[in-house]
Every structure is written in C-alpha cells, then in structure tokens.
Nanobody, 117 residues
Framework: QVQFVESGGGLVLSGGSLTLSCAAS????????MGWYRQAPGKERKLVAR???????YYAEDTKGRFTISRDTAKNTIYLQMTNLKPEDTAIYYC???????????WGQGTQVTVSS
C-alpha cells in the first residue's frame, strides 16, 4: 500500500502560478506510472501529467507548455509546476501511482486548486 502527502494547492489569480508536491511512502513499486490527475465539479477525473519510472513524461494537451512535472527519486516525491493558470484549471488535483502492468492505481487525498478571473 502506498501513502501520499500532497501539498501546494490554493487560490490564485488567472495568469498566476502554483507548485504542487506529492510525497509517496510505503510499498512503492520499482516500475510505475506516477502523476497528477484533476477533477473539476461535475466532470470526470482526467490525467494532467505523468512520469514513468524510466523517466518518460506525458502531458495532457491542455496543460502542455504550461505545466511541468518533475520528481525527486531520493524523496519519492513528484512536483507539478503550474504556470499561466486559467479558471478552467480549477479542480481538485490528485496524486496517483500505478505499477506498470496493473490496472488499479493508488490515490492521494487531493488538493484544491482554484483559479479566479
């Protein structure tokens, strides 16, 4: 089982920046997808960005160029730097890890990001 400590959410004006962090602990797999999802009110949870254990990175189209995912492997921590934030980025952001080859991910508790215009 994996536990997460997420932080960094908050309220920011449109065009502003925030950095989220997610520290994982427990039974962390050697080969994994680890990343950030977000869920806006009334909408489904969607992938924002993820990093693979081998270092490969993927971004959703609507965040590419504005968001940057990074990791500190020594701390089992990933970060999401978000710039040029827009009101449509408002959502609860969830950290997730999924062992490669398995279907079900583990989820963090989520952190609220609110972008006001």
């Amino acid at each position: 089982q994996v536990q997460f400590v997420e932080s960094g959410g908050g309220l920011v004006l449109s065009g502003g920046s925030l950095t989220l962090s997610c520290a994982a602990s427990g039974s962390i797999p050697n080969d994994y997808f680890m990343g950030w999802y977000r869920q806006a009110p009334g909408k489904e949870r969607k992938l924002v960005a993820r990093i693979v254990s081998n270092g490969n990175i993927y971004y959703a189209e609507d965040t590419k160029g504005r968001f940057t995912i990074s990791r500190d492997t020594a701390k089992n921590t990933i970060y999401l730097q978000m710039t040029n934030l827009k009101p449509e980025d408002t959502a609860i952001y969830y950290c997730s890890i999924r062992p490669i080859g398995q279907v079900l991910p583990s989820w963090g508790q989520g952190t609220q990001v609110t972008v006001s215009s």
